[in-house]
């Protein structure tokens, strides 16, 4: 019994049938977990970019710095570490916030610099008609460039949704009950681990493929109207 | 302002650009008087188009003082009558005073024709919607574009984009036009629209303009003076008439020969 959830294993049918509610609130939490991480790494990235992107060295060295820790080092050390050493400091999140936020961490830095590629592949005479016609650089960035960085940034962006979604797993190292967690827990009460890692496998090809369709589809309805994008 | 003559709107002082060690424009000295048509021919990395691009405010001086419409451009007064490096907000005040049409367009590809043409109107100078989609719609009218009024850009061919683009630049009412070699970018047989509308701007308007072209032709029908650039400097200056036809300077009859035997 997992969640108040009875599992039947009279037949394997009966079997999967009965741990499937199981599994989909494990599934409920994973997509939650991806989407949370997501959501920071968008998020922190544009500043990551922003920041890097500053004349200033002082603004820029400290945030190229970050980045290059964030993406060099295993997301299970930053997970570690946010899970057993900020307790120290006297900051303690609970283990869902804490795996949300280090997928937020290591994701910010690929998306940061998808941010920035996007951003300087528009045109520099973009920047210099934007000049010559006295718009504000607060207009120039929100009306001239990112919107012809967007189409560039959306389908990388997709990409790593969908690795985001699949790095979930780990968080199950700090105790948290995503998907696979739980199909772990019901193979170690049922000695049977075939059904449950299977089908965990099968909805996660599920998810992966909907996320990347939706994706696409995004990617598609996107308005290009003959911004070069390559 | 005492540094200029009334009827002089732009005017460069031992005006100085350097790239790294590179000196592309060389203690500069430099007029153009109200409603004059200049054009500045040269060959390529005599500092043409840099000194377009220097009033347009897109490379920043690295010595000598630019004046534009009777104040300085890239310095402001201090409070103790000295010059000291111009704030943005001083640029942007005198950014206000003229346009640029580019090279290659650079027109804003996401947004429609008419859209290009009224963003920075409703922007910077605050105009209502209607009156800058109102005066945008005369503006494609008189460069005759008004049937792509709602295409986007790469719709068009490149005579017509660079027709937005003198459009645009217009939008903003500005006293001086710069034109940045506004036809190397096209195909041959769409130079001659693109020529036609600046040669009516020309004739039909006060505005003050700089033309920085290999259509020589074109410059010696339009302008009201030439100036040949070499290294950096005006090497030889005059009515087209007498630039073309009598060339003081070595250089700038290599030069005339070289490109009007390529013509």
Redesign the interface.
């Given at each position: 019994m997992l969640f108040g959830i009875e599992w039947d294993t009279s037949s394997t049918w009966a079997f999967a049938t009965s741990i499937l509610p199981i599994l989909l609130i494990g599934m409920w939490v994973t997509i939650q977990a991806a989407v949370v991480g997501f959501f920071i790494a968008l998020v922190l990235g544009l500043v990551w970019a922003a920041l890097k992107a500053a004349p200033l060295k002082i603004i820029s060295w400290p945030a190229i710095v970050v980045t290059e820790f964030l993406r060099d080092t295993p997301l299970l050390i930053q997970l570690f570490f946010l899970y057993y050493v900020l307790p120290e400091f006297g900051i303690v999140l609970p283990a869902f916030m804490t795996g949300a936020l280090a997928l937020g961490l290591q994701y910010s830095a690929y998306t940061s610099e998808v941010y920035r590629a996007g951003i300087e592949a528009v045109?520099r005479?973009?920047h210099?008609?934007a000049?010559?016609?006295?718009?504000?650089g607060t207009?120039t960035f929100t009306?001239?460039i990112l919107?012809?960085a967007v189409p560039r940034i959306v389908p990388a962006m997709g990409n790593y949704l969908v690795s985001i979604m699949k790095d979930v797993p780990l968080l199950s190292v700090v105790t948290v009950l995503e998907m696979l967690n739980v199909a772990r827990i019901i193979g170690d009460r049922t000695f049977n681990y075939i059904v449950p890692l299977s089908m965990v496998g099968g909805i996660y090809l599920i998810m992966t493929l909907i996320a990347s369709g939706a994706v696409r589809l995004l990617d598609d309805k996107l308005?290009k109207?003959?911004?070069?994008l390559k | 302002m005492t540094e200029t003559g009334a009827d002089t709107i732009i005017k460069f002082d031992k005006v100085v650009k350097r790239f790294d060690t590179f000196t592309v424009i060389d203690e500069l000295d430099f007029e153009v008087k109200r409603g004059e048509k200049v054009t500045i021919i040269g060959p390529s990395g005599s500092g043409k188009s840099t000194v377009l691009r220097i009033l347009m405010t897109l490379e920043p001086i690295s010595g000598g003082v630019v004046y534009v419409d009777g104040d300085t451009l890239w310095h402001e007064k201090g409070g103790n009558g000295d010059l000291k490096p111009a704030s943005e907000s001083h640029l942007r005040k005198m950014r206000e005073k003229m346009g640029m049409v580019f090279q290659q367009f650079n027109l804003f590809p996401h947004m429609t024709v008419r859209r290009n043409l009224t963003e920075a109107p409703t922007q910077v100078l605050g105009m209502p919607k209607a009156e800058a989609k109102q005066r945008a719609d005369e503006l494609l009218e008189m460069v005759g574009l008004t049937a792509h009024a709602d295409k986007y850009p790469h719709q068009l061919s490149g005579g017509q984009q660079q027709r937005v683009g003198i459009a645009r630049a217009l939008a903003m009412r500005p006293k001086i036009m710069l034109f940045d070699e506004p036809t190397s970018a096209l195909d041959p047989e769409l130079v001659g629209e693109v020529l036609g509308v600046i040669r009516r701007l020309a004739e039909e308007h006060d505005l003050t303009m700089l033309l920085v072209t290999h259509e020589m032709n074109f410059a010696r029908q339009i302008s009201d003076r030439v100036c040949f650039f070499d290294r950096g400097k005006v090497l030889e200056q005059g009515k087209p008439e007498d630039l073309f036809t009598n060339p003081k300077e070595e250089r700038t009859r290599e030069f005339l020969k070289a490109v009007l035997e390529d013509n």
């Open positions: 045109a005479g973009q210099e008609a000049r010559a016609l006295n718009l504000s207009r009306h001239i919107p012809q308005p109207r003959g911004i070069p | -």
